[in-house]
């Protein structure tokens, strides 16, 4: 079975202090992971897919399949950084296209 | 393009009566999901669609809920009879291919008193 687990709900830093979002998976298969974000008032959005390897509005995440895990970071946090953010994994070996969303995690950026 | 759109956008409504949640996917995209948002369980994926046709309702709660897709436009949800225990955000999302980025509507938030 496809699981993905945030194990933070909230999270809560300073501006300027570094930040991680914490992401695991357990599954057997092709995964691709995503991390989508919604922010205050806003549609829930795509914020960077693994397999693009880019960074947006400062965050990267690496895949890890060693640790089955997919960290959120970005080394300087900003106040508009505050969301709500879930952690999602498809299968690009199912004939399925479905995605597995974590609980979501609160950040909250303090000034 | 206005994005996936959503009707209503908030829903108030008394435990027992019947509840009808509209979206209308981006134009050309052949995938239409359903999603609940709760404090409890975060984001969950209630059914799916592609090409109008139901893949994968594993999630759907119970019988109270049915999902359609008459056409390539146009889905609904609907909760009959409702209860207070289906409040909560329901999203619509659509995606052009089956493993793609999904875009979504700003929710329906329903509250059932």
């Known amino acids: 079975a496809q699981r993905v687990t945030q194990p933070e709900k909230l999270l809560s830093v300073f501006k300027g202090a570094p930040v991680e979002l914490k992401c695991n998976y357990s599954?057997?298969?092709?995964?691709?992971l995503f991390w989508y974000v919604q922010y205050s008032r806003q549609r829930l959005q795509l914020l960077l897919r693994?397999?693009s390897r880019e960074s947006i509005k400062g965050f990267t995440a690496d895949l890890n399949k060693g640790e089955t895990s997919f960290h959120l970071k970005k080394p300087f946090a900003q106040e508009e950084d505050s969301a709500m953010y879930y952690c999602?994994?498809?299968?690009?070996?199912?004939?399925?296209?479905?995605?597995?969303f974590g609980r979501g995690t609160q950040l909250t950026v303090w000034p | 393009d206005a994005g996936v759109i959503q009707s209503p956008r908030h829903e108030v409504t008394e435990m027992g009566q019947e509840v009808t949640l509209r979206c209308k996917p981006i134009?050309?995209?052949?995938?239409l999901f359903w999603y609940r948002q709760t404090m409890m369980r975060g984001l969950e994926l209630l059914i799916y669609f592609n090409n109008n046709v139901p893949i994968d309702d594993s999630g759907m709660p119970e019988d109270r809920f049915s999902a359609k897709m008459p056409n390539a436009s146009f889905s609904t949800l609907k909760i009959q009879p409702s209860e207070p225990r289906d409040s909560a955000v329901y999203f619509c999302?659509?995606?052009?291919?089956?493993?793609?980025?999904?875009?979504f509507g700003p929710g329906t938030r329903l509250t059932v008193l």
């Open positions: 599954y057997s298969g092709s995964p691709e």
């Open positions: 693994h397999i």
């Open positions: 999602a994994l498809t299968d690009r070996g199912s004939t399925l296209g479905r995605l597995y």
């Open positions: 134009s050309g995209h052949d995938y």
């Open positions: 999302a659509s995606s052009s291919r089956r493993y793609d980025e999904q875009f």
